[in-house]
């Protein structure tokens, strides 16, 4: 499962996520990290049943922590099926099919949100 | 030698006999029956595109109001449009944005709502005149209170557009959509086989007053566009039609982040094959139509062409640039192109739409010219420091204090071993050591990602990367990424205070 990691400025210098890792040994797999010194967010992937004992370790370290269970959708009345999409996905979401309409395979996101940012229209959101 | 006139066409349109093909599927007719062969059986071919045509924008006619005003300035949801043009006249642009919301909405959101016969508010003013006094008009209007709504595009169907690319380090926005660092994708524009100016590249059907599909609706093209460039491939058209008859399915918002708003228009041109040469250049495929992949990490005029490119190759998925395979992606949709062809064929099919000649042929010499610029244009090589001290990443950050305190300047360059630039070191980073009481080498506290500027770079360029980057310096390096220089917002502050 996909989850969001939030973490606040004023605990963004701590090395919170190494702690709890080392402290559930929950093997966190990050796909998205951005950090400055307002705050800090982290997309990582989790099994399910080490998602507990992460959360848990995290949030009494002041984080919050959101699972990320809506992958991208798209508005169809919105979407021109242009494939702007397509090129910014770093793991092929978004592909044509052999009549040029657009695919959608929201298996394989990991809710980066980088093609939200690439529609002209306004066609794609994320569930959370 | 096949010849058919226009009013043989239009009468198989009467009559219904007519055989109305799409540009797509011509391609394979030319090649089983030979250009001849296809000129005798097919009558017409149309084509279609569906894209961001941001140089868009309607004329609107509100009626006079009671008493009567002369708007000179006017707002239309806050989005401004021109007016300067008698008293209750506008016209709004596709990319003008809306002055509370900003980029998210814009002029071409204003088209789209008055498509969708969405209410607008409306906000003029007037210096007021002895013939029209009233000097505020507030009222809320939808497109049928107006007398008319005529679009009227001055560039729109470019024959053929550059695709682009950027070999910077950071993320572009662009009207090409987001381009990664380091050439990570490809964006492009155009419906290539089904490109409307591309079936008929002789202009010899396409010209003023030949009626076309526009929006949803049937339209006309006014003339050549501006900009219009046949020589170079980059020919364009200027279009109108009636706003009022079009339909959301073809005129689309667009906002493309960091840029700004665009209009998605559906337009299409029927070519009546009134002779085998033209119906050997309604044959065009992806293949045969060649573009440039520009880098728009560039911020100048004169991109540099990293490669050339056929739209087989951009519509194949991915294209290679030095090496590397580069994922593509069009900004335009082929579906609704084709969608577009479809309906124009069935248009014609049904005996609803005749086809036309133009009353005059579109020039096939004009050239699109630079702006001549009679103003000095400084370069950051006018108004950079050319005494730059720089420090090794390797070196403790006491050094490099005692290097700021000695040279009396904020920003220091950091350089490799082999002198090429890898980050930079302020005041404020040593600062920011001192008072967590952490004595690191410079490379442990220095920036990585820094911004830099060239030397031949526009000091607009530099004033608008110190700007968006929120930095106050750029080291200037060149090719080889050695520092030849630094320019400050202090350079560019005393550049302004000597203008003035």
Same mark, same amino acid.
């Given at each position: 499962?996909?989850?969001?990691?939030?973490?606040?400025?004023?605990?963004?210098?701590?090395?919170?996520?190494?702690?709890?890792?080392?402290?559930?040994?929950?093997?966190?797999?990050?796909?998205?990290?951005?950090?400055?010194?307002?705050?800090?967010?982290?997309?990582?992937?989790?099994?399910?049943?080490?998602?507990?004992?992460?959360?848990?370790?995290?949030?009494?370290?002041?984080?919050?922590?959101?699972?990320?269970?809506?992958?991208?959708?798209?508005?169809?009345?919105?979407?021109?099926?242009?494939?702007?999409?397509?090129?910014?996905?770093?793991?092929?979401?978004?592909?044509?099919?052999?009549?040029?309409?657009?695919?959608?395979?929201?298996?394989?996101?990991?809710?980066?949100?980088?093609?939200?940012?690439?529609?002209?229209?306004?066609?794609?959101?994320?569930?959370? | 030698?096949?010849?058919?006139?226009?009013?043989?066409?239009?009468?198989?349109?009467?009559?219904?006999?007519?055989?109305?093909?799409?540009?797509?599927?011509?391609?394979?007719?030319?090649?089983?029956?030979?250009?001849?062969?296809?000129?005798?059986?097919?009558?017409?071919?149309?084509?279609?595109?569906?894209?961001?045509?941001?140089?868009?924008?309607?004329?609107?006619?509100?009626?006079?109001?009671?008493?009567?005003?002369?708007?000179?300035?006017?707002?239309?949801?806050?989005?401004?449009?021109?007016?300067?043009?008698?008293?209750?006249?506008?016209?709004?642009?596709?990319?003008?944005?809306?002055?509370?919301?900003?980029?998210?909405?814009?002029?071409?959101?204003?088209?789209?709502?008055?498509?969708?016969?969405?209410?607008?508010?409306?906000?003029?003013?007037?210096?007021?005149?002895?013939?029209?006094?009233?000097?505020?008009?507030?009222?809320?209007?939808?497109?049928?209170?107006?007398?008319?709504?005529?679009?009227?595009?001055?560039?729109?169907?470019?024959?053929?557009?550059?695709?682009?690319?950027?070999?910077?380090?950071?993320?572009?926005?662009?009207?090409?959509?987001?381009?990664?660092?380091?050439?990570?994708?490809?964006?492009?524009?155009?419906?290539?086989?089904?490109?409307?100016?591309?079936?008929?590249?002789?202009?010899?059907?396409?010209?003023?007053?030949?009626?076309?599909?526009?929006?949803?609706?049937?339209?006309?093209?006014?003339?050549?566009?501006?900009?219009?460039?046949?020589?170079?491939?980059?020919?364009?058209?200027?279009?109108?039609?009636?706003?009022?008859?079009?339909?959301?399915?073809?005129?689309?918002?667009?906002?493309?982040?960091?840029?700004?708003?665009?209009?998605?228009?559906?337009?299409?041109?029927?070519?009546?094959?009134?002779?085998?040469?033209?119906?050997?250049?309604?044959?065009?495929?992806?293949?045969?139509?060649?573009?440039?992949?520009?880098?728009?990490?560039?911020?100048?005029?004169?991109?540099?062409?990293?490669?050339?490119?056929?739209?087989?190759?951009?519509?194949?998925?991915?294209?290679?640039?030095?090496?590397?395979?580069?994922?593509?992606?069009?900004?335009?949709?082929?579906?609704?192109?084709?969608?577009?062809?479809?309906?124009?064929?069935?248009?014609?099919?049904?005996?609803?739409?005749?086809?036309?000649?133009?009353?005059?042929?579109?020039?096939?010499?004009?050239?699109?010219? %630079?702006?001549?610029?009679?103003?000095? $244009?400084? @370069? &950051?090589?006018? =108004?950079?420091? *050319? /005494?730059?001290?720089?420090?090794?990443?390797?070196?403790?950050?006491?050094?490099?204090?005692?290097?700021?305190?000695?040279?009396?300047?904020?920003?220091?360059?950091?350089?490799?071993?082999?002198?090429?630039?890898?980050?930079?070191?302020?005041?404020?980073?040593?600062?920011?050591?001192?008072?967590?009481?952490?004595?690191?080498?410079?490379?442990?506290?220095?920036?990585?990602?820094?911004?830099?500027?060239?030397?031949?770079?526009?000091?607009?360029?530099?004033?608008?990367?110190?700007?968006?980057?929120?930095?106050? %310096?750029?080291?200037?390096?060149?090719? $080889?990424? @050695? &520092?030849?220089? =630094?320019?400050? *917002? /202090?350079?560019?502050?005393?550049?302004?205070?000597?203008?003035?």
């Amino acid at each position: 499962m996909m989850i969001k990691i939030n973490i606040a400025a004023n605990i963004v210098t701590k090395p919170i996520l190494a702690e709890s890792i080392l402290e559930t040994g929950a093997l966190l797999n990050i796909s998205q990290a951005h950090f400055d010194p307002t705050r800090g967010e982290v997309v990582a992937e989790i099994t399910s049943d080490q998602f507990r004992k992460i959360k848990d370790s995290l949030v009494s370290k002041g984080a919050e922590v959101l699972v990320l269970d809506t992958p991208i959708s798209r508005d169809e009345e919105e979407c021109v099926e242009c494939g702007a999409c397509i090129s910014v996905c770093p793991v092929k979401v978004f592909s044509f099919a052999d009549d040029w309409g657009l695919e959608v395979d929201s298996d394989k996101c990991i809710q980066c949100g980088t093609c939200i940012k690439m529609c002209p229209h306004n066609a794609l959101t994320l569930g959370h | 030698m096949v010849k058919k006139t226009i009013h043989e066409i239009n009468g198989k349109i009467r009559d219904g006999s007519v055989n109305v093909v799409t540009a797509e599927e011509m391609v394979d007719i030319v090649g089983e029956l030979g250009a001849e062969g296809a000129a005798k059986e097919v009558d017409v071919v149309t084509t279609g595109t569906f894209g961001a045509m941001c140089s868009s924008g309607v004329w609107l006619n509100f009626g006079h109001s009671e008493p009567p005003i002369r708007i000179s300035k006017m707002w239309l949801n806050d989005v401004e449009a021109y007016s300067g043009v008698a008293a209750v006249d506008a016209y709004i642009g596709a990319t003008q944005q809306s002055q509370s919301k900003g980029m998210d909405y814009g002029g071409a959101h204003v088209i789209e709502d008055l498509v969708r016969g969405n209410s607008i508010d409306i906000h003029g003013i007037s210096p007021g005149t002895d013939c029209y006094p009233r000097k505020v008009i507030d009222t809320t209007i939808n497109i049928y209170d107006l007398n008319q709504a005529i679009m009227l595009n001055p560039r729109n169907s470019y024959q053929k557009y550059n695709a682009a690319t950027n070999s910077t380090n950071h993320t572009l926005h662009t009207y090409m959509g987001a381009l990664l660092p380091h050439n990570g994708n490809v964006t492009y524009s155009g419906a290539g086989v089904l490109s409307p100016m591309h079936n008929d590249p002789n202009y010899e059907t396409i010209g003023t007053g030949t009626r076309i599909f526009l929006g949803g609706t049937q339209g006309y093209v006014v003339g050549e566009g501006t900009q219009h460039s046949p020589a170079a491939g980059f020919g364009t058209l200027m279009l109108k039609g009636d706003l009022k008859e079009m339909s959301p399915e073809y005129i689309r918002a667009a906002t493309f982040k960091g840029y700004g708003s665009s209009l998605y228009v559906g337009m299409g041109i029927p070519i009546p094959v009134l002779n085998e040469d033209i119906a050997k250049a309604t044959a065009v495929t992806d293949d045969d139509i060649v573009t440039n992949v520009l880098d728009y990490g560039i911020p100048s005029r004169d991109r540099p062409v990293l490669r050339t490119v056929t739209y087989g190759e951009l519509r194949s998925g991915s294209i290679d640039i030095n090496g590397k395979e580069v994922p593509t992606s069009p900004m335009s949709s082929f579906k609704k192109s084709r969608e577009i062809a479809n309906e124009l064929k069935q248009w014609i099919r049904n005996g609803e739409f005749f086809v036309s000649m133009p009353v005059e042929r579109l020039p096939r010499d004009t050239a699109c010219n %630079a702006m001549k610029q009679t103003n000095a $244009n400084p @370069h &950051v090589m006018d =108004i950079m420091s *050319s /005494d730059v001290t720089t420090i090794r990443e390797d070196a403790g950050f006491h050094d490099a204090a005692k290097v700021i305190m000695e040279k009396q300047f904020n920003h220091l360059p950091v350089v490799d071993s082999g002198n090429h630039l890898v980050g930079i070191v302020t005041a404020w980073d040593i600062s920011k050591a001192v008072a967590k009481d952490e004595h690191n080498l410079v490379k442990d506290i220095m920036t990585r990602k820094v911004v830099t500027a060239n030397p031949d770079e526009a000091v607009d360029v530099s004033a608008f990367k110190l700007d968006s980057n929120n930095v106050s %310096a750029l080291p200037v390096i060149d090719s $080889n990424r @050695h &520092v030849v220089g =630094i320019v400050t *917002s /202090d350079d560019i502050s005393k550049l302004l205070a000597r203008r003035h």
